[in-house]
């Protein structure tokens, strides 16, 4: 037995809580990523990020039960139609912003994030609506990890959401796209006089961020109700993780993401009443420490 | 300065107006629902706590009989300073003379504070801790519909005596949680059960699973649910993921609303034992109030925190009329204990002196999908707790106006 703050734990259950931290750090990675992504090409701090994310859950929804359309599709779909409404958005209001002080980026994506999730809580309740575990995931069964039986899903959210976060990564960092998106990132005019389309290019990195935040969604619908409130509960904890990991890194994010899920169901064992704000002590001792952020660089 | 007589002009003009029901401050009866509008209790209060209000209003006629009735509604965000402030402001400045509903233990506490100093009226609807006919009770307050000790006792008594008697609390960390806990942890050891262990998560939260975990590795029968709306709807969502029950541990939700079923699905929720005072398909006349008020609530249909508002109301609107006064909030409340309750969907029924009202409560289970047979139809009744049984005696309260 293990014992910390006086309460005792077997090794076993320490694994078990270990690793449902992990699967809750998938979601928070998979959504400062898209944070990262839309700060460090947009210099946008994206407040409309958690109502982007609970349009996702409720695209899927609407997808199954108006038009018979299932979570595979959802996967995929899902993000493509919330990303088109981040298009607009950014067509419409945040290229006017760029030049502009961070602030009233911040203020018109919180603004419009409210208007989004006053809508739904209108249209759809506060109770939030379910959403069923896909049975093709179900059929495997429990995965048994030696030390705890983990639902299939679960795994899967795991095993996707890394797989999405390095997809990400590389093609930032590693392809002449992400090297295009980089450099009109450094000198804008610069990159548009050798002809490639910059306020494009960016109106579709912002579409893909807000993809990713609708793609989190998708994957937290059978797991958490859908609700209006699910986006406003976690995105004040996913700001921190991206103030943590340095705002604007990709990779920084990600690890974050996941240290912080551990860091958080570890907490809920340990001393359970200060399970949501551990992480915003954290970003406090962090950004006395390192104010650029565990992975950021300061300029 | 020619505005100053023509002011002088329209105050005289006011009072002569008034003069007619000098009693009635302000000429009106003014309403004051506050609730949650926009988090985790606003299906099973929010709005509909506002319509339930208008409805008891409408059917009371009282504007028929020349009384003018006013409403004003806010959002307290679950924010006990944020409740008070606005009680306060609309006691001292808005002419509100009574509020109603107000889910959520903390607020309801403090509200209840206010409105003592203030000597308005607060009925409760919502919020659920039993102090508010314990150690706080108060002149001004009737805690109308449930609170934690009929949850306890209720849901509690009826699992112990199956066989549940070994028990986990997952509690929502404040006053509401806490006393639930408390109740329901008497009632377990009374009857002979044991209590294994507890895990306090802050309010709103979204993952169980760790919870939901370390009540499994403490080999508990039975789960207890000391939470409510958003908490216990993931709370039994993600149970059901991870298989929790069926392997020899059970969930005991121990106040789960109508809304929280509907959100869930029968197909997750099916099997679960709670208790609650009201249920729209209980009989003729619940049924009628249920289809007034779901085709006027985008077919939610009244949870017992709506029909808690309108019954209060009601009850309310009787006392002022025949006071013919609403000045005074100790003596409208005074004169709503002194006389019988009436109303289509409580029944017949009193407040007690310590401001508890009495009416039967009810043991309920969720239905089977395939049992279930029209929209909505989710509870089947197991036992009914008759009223004498059903609250917490008012000798053990501890209530000072009790003596």
Redesign the interface.
């Known amino acids: 037995m293990i014992e910390i703050f006086g309460h005792s734990i077997s090794p076993i259950?320490l694994y078990?809580?270990i690793a449902?931290?992990l699967?809750?750090g998938a979601f928070y990675a998979l959504l400062s990523l898209g944070l990262a992504v839309i700060f460090g090409m947009l210099n946008i701090v994206n407040f409309t990020h958690g109502a982007q994310y609970m349009m996702g859950a409720f695209v899927a929804w609407l997808l199954l039960n108006k038009l018979g359309i299932g979570y595979w599709w959802a996967l995929v779909l899902a993000p493509v139609i919330v990303g088109a409404t981040g298009v607009a958005i950014e067509r419409l209001f945040l290229k006017h912003l760029y030049k502009l002080d961070h602030l009233y980026g911040l203020l018109l994506t919180f603004g419009v994030g409210l208007i989004i999730e006053?809508l739904f809580?209108n249209e759809f309740?506060?109770?939030?609506?379910?959403y069923?575990?896909p049975a093709e995931i179900q059929a495997f069964g429990?995965v048994d990890l030696g030390f705890?039986?983990l639902?299939p899903?679960?795994v899967w959210v795991v095993v996707f959401s890394v797989a999405v976060c390095l997809a990400t990564w590389f093609i930032i960092e590693r392809t002449r796209l992400g090297a295009y998106l980089r450099a009109a990132t450094e000198n804008p005019t610069l990159v548009q006089a050798f002809g490639i389309n910059v306020p494009r290019m960016i109106t579709l990195t912002y579409g893909f961020g807000v993809g990713l935040a609708a793609l989190g969604g998708v994957l937290a619908a059978?797991?958490?109700?859908v609700?209006p409130?699910?986006g406003s509960?976690?995105i004040i904890v996913v700001f921190a993780v991206v103030v943590i990991g340095g705002m604007g890194s990709i990779l920084g994010s990600i690890l974050t993401g996941f240290a912080l899920g551990v860091i958080e169901?570890l907490t809920?064992?340990f001393y359970?009443?200060a399970?949501?704000t551990v992480i915003f002590v954290i970003m406090a001792i962090v950004l006395l420490i390192k104010p650029a952020g565990l992975f950021g660089r300061t300029t | 300065m020619r505005i100053a007589p023509a002011l002088a002009l329209a105050a005289a003009l006011g009072v002569t107006a008034g003069g007619a029901q000098a009693q009635i401050t302000n000429n009106e009866i003014k309403i004051g629902i506050l609730s949650d509008m926009s988090s985790l209790y606003t299906d099973l209060a929010g709005a509909g706590s506002v319509l339930a209000a208008r409805m008891a209003v409408e059917d009371s006629g009282i504007a028929g009989r020349g009384f003018k009735v006013d409403f004003v509604s806010a959002d307290h965000q679950n924010k006990a300073d944020v409740g008070s402030n606005i009680a306060r402001q609309w006691y001292d400045r808005d002419g509100v003379d009574l509020i109603v509903d107000v889910p959520n233990s903390a607020v309801a506490l403090a509200v209840n504070t206010v409105t003592r100093e203030k000597n308005k009226v607060f009925l409760v609807s919502g919020a659920a801790t039993s102090a508010l006919t314990g150690a706080q009770c108060s002149p001004n307050t009737i805690h109308w519909t449930y609170d934690t000790w009929v949850l306890a006792n209720g849901t509690g008594n009826a699992i112990v005596k199956t066989g549940g008697d070994s028990w986990f609390f997952l509690t929502a960390d404040y006053a509401f949680g806490h006393q639930l806990e408390a109740d329901t942890e008497a009632v377990v050891v009374k009857q002979g059960g044991k209590m294994l262990g507890k895990v306090r998560h802050p309010l709103n939260t979204q993952d169980f699973s760790s919870f939901l975990l370390q009540a499994q590795a403490s080999k508990a029968k039975i789960i207890g649910l000391a939470n409510a709306g958003g908490d216990t709807v993931n709370s039994v969502k993600q149970a059901a993921e991870f298989g929790i029950v069926g392997k020899g541990q059970n969930l005991a939700g121990l106040l789960i609303f109508l809304t929280d079923v509907h959100g869930l699905g029968l197909p997750t929720a099916q099997g679960l034992i709670f208790t609650e005072t009201f249920y729209w398909d209980a009989n003729d006349q619940s049924r009628a109030f249920a289809k007034r008020f779901s085709e006027r609530n985008k077919g939610i249909h009244p949870t017992m925190v709506h029909a808690g508002v309108y019954s209060s109301v009601i009850h309310y609107l009787k006392a002022v009329e025949a006071l013919k006064a609403d000045g005074d909030g100790a003596a409208v409340v005074r004169q709503m204990k002194a006389t019988p309750t009436d109303d289509p969907l409580f029944g017949k029924g009193s407040v007690r002196a310590d401001g508890r009202k009495i009416h039967p409560a009810y043991l309920y289970e969720v239905k089977k999908p395939s049992e279930s047979t029209k929209p909505w139809d989710y509870y089947k009744l197991r036992a009914t707790i008759p009223a004498e049984e059903a609250f917490r005696p008012l000798k053990d309260g501890g209530c000072a106006l009790a003596n």
């Open positions: 259950q078990g809580q449902l931290g699967v809750n006053g809580r309740g506060a109770s939030g609506l379910p069923r575990i429990p705890m039986r639902p899903y679960r059978p797991i958490y109700q609700s409130q699910m509960s976690i169901g809920k064992v359970p009443e399970s949501n």
